[in-house]
C-alpha cells in the first residue's frame, strides 16, 4: 500500500478503462454532494472513452447527489444487489433475499438475544420500497416510512435486510457473520450499530465483475475508490484501488494507494493523473 499526495504517481500508469467510486465518504463531501471538481473529473474520464460506475450501499431513490451533478450513467447500488441505468431510470439486475433465508438468519440472530430491530429495501426505486419495524430507528434520519410487524416485513423478497442494534457496527458484524454461515452476505457501511444484509455472493465487487466483463474490460483496468468495509470486495478486485484518507483500517490495510481525503476532492485528486 502507498500513501498518496497530490504530487506522487503510481507505478502503474496506463489510464483506466473503467472508473468506479463509492458515494458517501468517498466522492461525496461533508455536505454530502458531489463537488464540482470531482464531478469535472468524472465527466473528463467518461469523454475519453472510461466507463464510469458509481458502486454504493445506497438504493436506487437516493441517488439524488450524484444525479445532481449530472451523471447519468450505470449505478451499482445497495451493495450489489441492483444494478441501475440511470439514463434509462431502469433497473438492469437485481438479485434478491428470499423470505425463507431472511427467516432463517434472523432465526439465528435471536440466539443471540440481541436487542435489534429490522428494515427491508425491496429493489429502493422508490422510498416505499423501505419497510421497517416500528421500534427500528433509521441512523441517518427519522424516515416517513412504512412501519409494519416483524411477520409481515419478512413475507416478501427484499434486496437488502438491515439490522439496527445501537452499538458498535463491527462487533454486530462479527456476531452475523458468525451465525449466517455464509447463507447469506453481510457487511456495513457505517459505524454505528447498523449491518446490511443481501443474498449470498452479493458484493459490490461481485456485481462490478459482471459489468466489466460486459464491456470487455479486465479488472487490471479498473481504478475504484472506497472507505468502509463495505467497498473491501471492490477495492481487492480493482487493479488499482483507493483508499480515502478517512477510510476505515480494514479499508485502508487492502487498498493499492491511500488517496486524498473525501472532503478535498479526493477523488478528483487521483483521476486528473489521467484525465
Same mark, same amino acid.
Given at each position: 500500500?502507498?500513501?498518496?499526495?497530490?504530487?506522487?504517481?503510481?507505478?502503474?500508469?496506463?489510464?483506466?478503462?473503467?472508473?468506479?467510486?463509492?458515494?458517501?465518504?468517498?466522492?461525496?463531501?461533508?455536505?454530502?454532494?458531489?463537488?464540482?471538481?470531482?464531478?469535472?473529473?468524472?465527466?473528463?474520464?467518461?469523454?475519453?472513452?472510461?466507463?464510469?460506475?458509481?458502486?454504493?450501499?445506497?438504493?436506487?431513490?437516493?441517488?439524488?447527489?450524484?444525479?445532481?451533478?449530472?451523471?447519468?450513467?450505470?449505478?451499482?447500488?445497495?451493495?450489489?444487489?441492483?444494478?441501475?441505468?440511470?439514463?434509462?431510470?431502469?433497473?438492469?439486475?437485481?438479485?434478491?433475499?428470499?423470505?425463507?433465508?431472511?427467516?432463517?438468519?434472523?432465526?439465528?440472530?435471536?440466539?443471540?438475544?440481541?436487542?435489534?430491530?429490522?428494515?427491508?429495501?425491496?429493489?429502493?426505486?422508490?422510498?416505499?420500497?423501505?419497510?421497517?419495524?416500528?421500534?427500528?430507528?433509521?441512523?441517518?434520519?427519522?424516515?416517513?416510512?412504512?412501519?409494519?410487524?416483524?411477520?409481515?416485513?419478512?413475507?416478501?423478497?427484499?434486496?437488502?435486510?438491515?439490522?439496527?442494534?445501537?452499538?458498535?457496527?463491527?462487533?454486530?458484524?462479527?456476531?452475523?457473520?458468525?451465525?449466517?454461515?455464509?447463507?447469506?452476505?453481510?457487511?456495513?457501511?457505517?459505524?454505528?450499530?447498523?449491518?446490511? *444484509?443481501?443474498?449470498?455472493?452479493?458484493?459490490?465487487?461481485?456485481?462490478?465483475?459482471?459489468?466489466?466483463?460486459?464491456?470487455?474490460?479486465?479488472?487490471?483496468?479498473?481504478?475504484?475508490?472506497?472507505?468502509?468495509?463495505?467497498?473491501?470486495?471492490?477495492?481487492?478486485?480493482?487493479?488499482?484501488?483507493?483508499?480515502?484518507?478517512?477510510?476505515?483500517?480494514?479499508?485502508?490495510?487492502?487498498?493499492?494507494?491511500?488517496?486524498?481525503?473525501?472532503?478535498?476532492?479526493?477523488?478528483?485528486? *487521483?483521476?486528473?493523473?489521467?484525465?
Amino acid at each position: 500500500m502507498t500513501s498518496l499526495t497530490s504530487d506522487t504517481r503510481p507505478a502503474d500508469t496506463r489510464t483506466p478503462a473503467m472508473v468506479v467510486t463509492d458515494m458517501d465518504g468517498t466522492l461525496l463531501g461533508a455536505d454530502s454532494r458531489v463537488s464540482a471538481r470531482n464531478a469535472a473529473a468524472l465527466t473528463r474520464a467518461a469523454d475519453a472513452g472510461a466507463r464510469v460506475v458509481i458502486a454504493t450501499g445506497r438504493p436506487v431513490c437516493w441517488l439524488g447527489p450524484v444525479i445532481d451533478a449530472g451523471f447519468t450513467g450505470t449505478a451499482v447500488c445497495m451493495n450489489g444487489a441492483v444494478i441501475y441505468d440511470i439514463a434509462a431510470g431502469e433497473v438492469l439486475s437485481s438479485t434478491v433475499l428470499q423470505p425463507a433465508v431472511m427467516r432463517s438468519f434472523v432465526d439465528e440472530l435471536d440466539v443471540l438475544s440481541l436487542d435489534y430491530a429490522i428494515a427491508v429495501e425491496r429493489l429502493g426505486v422508490t422510498a416505499d420500497d423501505f419497510w421497517a419495524e416500528p421500534t427500528y430507528v433509521h441512523p441517518w434520519d427519522d424516515g416517513d416510512y412504512q412501519r409494519i410487524d416483524r411477520v409481515e416485513l419478512l413475507a416478501g423478497p427484499a434486496a437488502k435486510l438491515l439490522v439496527r442494534y445501537g452499538h458498535e457496527s463491527g462487533a454486530l458484524l462479527d456476531a452475523a457473520r458468525a451465525v449466517s454461515r455464509e447463507h447469506v452476505a453481510v457487511t456495513y457501511s457505517s459505524d454505528d450499530g447498523l449491518i446490511e *444484509v443481501a443474498a449470498a455472493g452479493v458484493t459490490k465487487g461481485a456485481a462490478l465483475s459482471v459489468l466489466a466483463a460486459g464491456w470487455g474490460i479486465e479488472s487490471a483496468d479498473v481504478v475504484a475508490f472506497g472507505d468502509m468495509p463495505n467497498d473491501l470486495e471492490m477495492l481487492q478486485w480493482a487493479g488499482m484501488s483507493v483508499a480515502m484518507a478517512n477510510a476505515d483500517p480494514d479499508v485502508a490495510a487492502v487498498a493499492r494507494e491511500i488517496g486524498p481525503h473525501h472532503d478535498e476532492d479526493g477523488v478528483a485528486l *487521483v483521476l486528473e493523473r489521467w484525465f
